[in-house]
């Protein structure tokens, strides 16, 4: 019997280095050793996270039971965030559809595949701890030194928050502005994008 699956290509203006049809041409490889019938989405956009149309098409396709996995060439084409592929494979665990991972060896049909699924889950895990621990940590400092923390009728607390932890961590003003640009995180103020010196106006305020 054929399974039918989600080929997921994808590329963004900032990453060229593997094109669709070289995405393409790997899935098919694999579709002709095992049988797969291969429904094609793909996705001109960043992986910085998972908010892609095409992928939103490519998991209701998946929760729905019109699919039974997606199948993309390598991890990055997928996530580049150890949190969100985790996200992912705990939705593919609970829907009953499958995740493969060609550069990785990853099919969650297999018993090595649902292991590294919950390491991964562990891993992630593991990461949201670390990062809620060295934003209280951060917070607390601050705190501990008399700071009001940015103005909560225009810069939103986890802004603030995410400025202080990475500058506690070392980061540039300018690397969290990039940062805070990469992800769509609006500025407080009428500016369209965030600079190296709003972050340090940011960061002024907040005495880090």
């Known amino acids: 019997m054929t399974s039918r699956v989600i080929g997921y290509l994808r590329v963004s203006t900032a990453d060229q280095d593997l094109g669709i049809e070289a995405q393409r041409a790997a899935i098919q490889r ?3 050793e095992r049988g797969w019938d291969v ?3 793909e996705d001109k956009a960043s992986g910085k996270d998972l908010s892609r149309v095409g992928l939103a098409y490519a998991l209701h396709l998946l929760d729905a039971g019109e699919a039974s996995g997606i199948v993309v060439s390598h991890l990055d084409r997928l996530s580049r965030s150890v949190l969100d592929f985790a996200t992912m494979l705990a939705r593919a665990e609970a829907g009953g ?3 493969v991972v060609l550069d990785l060896g990853l099919d969650m049909t297999t ?3 649902r292991f590294t699924a919950h ?4 891993a992630a895990e593991l990461e949201r701890s670390l990062i809620g621990m060295r934003t209280r940590e951060a917070l607390a400092a601050a705190r501990d030194r ?3 923390l940015g103005r909560p009728s225009t810069t939103p607390e986890h802004v ?5 932890r990475e500058r506690a961590d070392g980061a540039t003003f300018q690397a969290i502005a990039d940062g805070l640009n990469d992800d769509g995180v609006p500025t407080a103020g009428t500016a369209a994008r965030w ?5 340090a106006a940011l960061a002024s305020r907040a005495n880090v």
């Open 39 to 41: 429904q094609w989405v």
């Open 119 to 122: 390491v991964m889950a562990a």
């Open 146 to 148: 008399g700071t009001r």
């Open 195 to 199: 600079s190296r010196g709003l972050v």
């Open 160 to 164: 603030v928050a995410r400025v202080v």
């Open 30 to 32: 694999q579709a002709q």
């Open 111 to 113: 018993p090595h595949g």
């Open 97 to 99: 559809w499958n995740v």
